[in-house]
């Protein structure tokens, strides 16, 4: 096996970690196998699109999804350090509107599946951040969606020193009690 699955406190959402082979000359590792992720993440996924986003300290990038073709993502990040966060938006779900957050970064290699039903996003904790993620269905501008980052019903817990740096779709999110939701 080249992962090891590691439960959140949200069931469906998991913590990836490869297993990682170095030495003095650096390391390599498998950063997605589809038949160990199938038999041990979820089965019948598909990824259709890679993402690459680049972010400096505090910047806040979040909390999407998409009412309509709704994505599931496979996330890591690369270079830095980010506070990474998923929200169950799934009305039928024992654990909607609760939030699970991990610490993803370049020394720990780990990934965080967030599953289709769920928001995301995460926080610059670093002086800059490269975040990669694959996804289960393409953009749909059209269906995306915010949720309010810092909506009190949801009380995230997130690491900031002082106001976050927003996009106006963030800064504009609805909270949790206002948000089209999933069955």
């Not at 990038?61 to 073709?69: K, S, T």
């Not at 900031?160 to 740096?165: A, H, K």
Request: charged share 25%.
């Amino acid at each position: 096996m080249t992962i090891n699955v590691i439960a959140t406190t949200l069931p469906d959402v998991k913590i990836v970690e490869p297993k990682v082979y170095g030495d003095e000359r650096g390391f390599f590792y498998e950063s997605f196998n589809a038949r160990e992720f199938a038999e041990q993440v979820q089965s019948g996924v598909e990824f259709v699109q890679d993402n690459h986003s680049r972010s400096v300290k505090c910047v806040l990038r979040g909390l999407h999804y998409q009412i309509q073709h709704a994505q599931g993502k496979l996330v890591r990040v690369v270079s830095g350090e980010v506070f990474d966060v998923a929200v169950d938006l799934r009305r039928g779900s024992p654990t909607f509107g609760k939030w699970t957050g991990v610490w993803l970064s370049a020394d720990n290699r780990r990934q965080l599946w967030v599953p289709p039903g769920f928001a995301h996003g995460f926080c610059v904790t670093s002086d800059s951040a490269e975040f990669l993620y694959k996804t289960t269905d393409y953009w749909h501008p059209e269906h995306e969606r915010s949720l309010l980052w810092n909506d009190p019903a949801l009380a995230i817990e997130w690491p900031l020193d002082g106001e976050p740096r927003l996009a106006a779709k963030d800064a504009a999110g609805v909270p949790l009690a206002q948000a089209e939701v999933f069955p």
